[in-house]
């Protein structure tokens, strides 16, 4: 079974307001990525789970987390080129997110422009492996690095590329069992 990893960076809509899952804690324009999480990891083809699909949230406050970990609300929701060095010097999320991609198939990202620059010039992720959904600045990097390119739209994702998404993760799966 293929595995997906769907990442994202944190709202400033939260959902508890105490202690949570990384997946269940926020809403807002998160939303839509939860969304996707939730359609690939139910999906099946011919009777089978088409793909094990996990979720990591980039946090202004832990850095890199996966889904399912626990977290608490915190104040100071980063949104901006500065946040996002600053949260980098203190959590190393790229450290993180570099760590955990290679067991990845296919990993979907959906960041801001200029957090999705710092991933590129971390070469944080691997060759081929990702979808970014971004900045049409970013399309060129994207696609020299041999990554699935589509245009942010929407909150985070937009349905078109949800779909587009979909297909890329079920494409996968089909080639794997053939």
């Known amino acids: 079974?293929?595995?997906?990893?769907?990442?994202?960076?944190?709202?400033?809509?939260f959902l508890k307001e105490g202690i949570g899952s990384a997946f269940e804690m926020f809403g807002g324009r998160m939303t839509e990525v939860k969304h996707l999480v939730a359609?690939?990891?139910t999906?099946?083809?011919?009777?089978?789970?088409?793909?094990d699909a996990s979720f990591g949230v980039i946090s202004s406050r832990f850095g890199f987390v996966p889904g399912n970990y626990t977290i608490m609300?915190?104040?100071?929701?980063?949104?901006?080129?500065?946040?996002?060095?600053?949260?980098?010097?203190e959590k190393d999320y790229l450290g993180?997110?570099?760590?955990?991609?290679g067991v990845f198939?296919?990993?979907?990202?959906?960041?801001?422009?200029?957090?999705m620059s710092m991933i590129i010039d971390?070469?944080?992720?691997?060759?081929?492996?990702?979808?970014?959904?971004t900045s049409p600045e970013l399309e060129a990097k994207c696609t020299e690095r041999g990554w699935t390119f589509l245009e942010r739209r929407g909150a985070r994702v937009?349905?078109?590329?949800?779909?587009?998404?979909?297909?890329?993760?079920?494409?996968?799966s089909r080639s794997a069992s053939s």
């Open 158 to 172: 937009g349905r078109e590329n949800a779909d587009r998404l979909f297909g890329i993760a079920e494409e996968l």
């Open 39 to 41: 359609r690939l990891d």
């Open 105 to 115: 198939d296919l990993i979907v990202v959906c960041v801001p422009k200029d957090m």
């Open 73 to 89: 609300k915190y104040d100071g929701v980063m949104s901006c080129k500065e946040d996002y060095e600053r949260v980098q010097r």
């Open 96 to 101: 993180r997110l570099n760590a955990v991609a």
């Open 1 to 13: 079974m293929k595995r997906v990893l769907v990442v994202t960076n944190d709202s400033a809509v």
């Open 122 to 133: 971390g070469n944080v992720l691997p060759h081929g492996k990702v979808a970014a959904v």
């Open 43 to 51: 999906a099946e083809i011919d009777g089978r789970k088409m793909c």
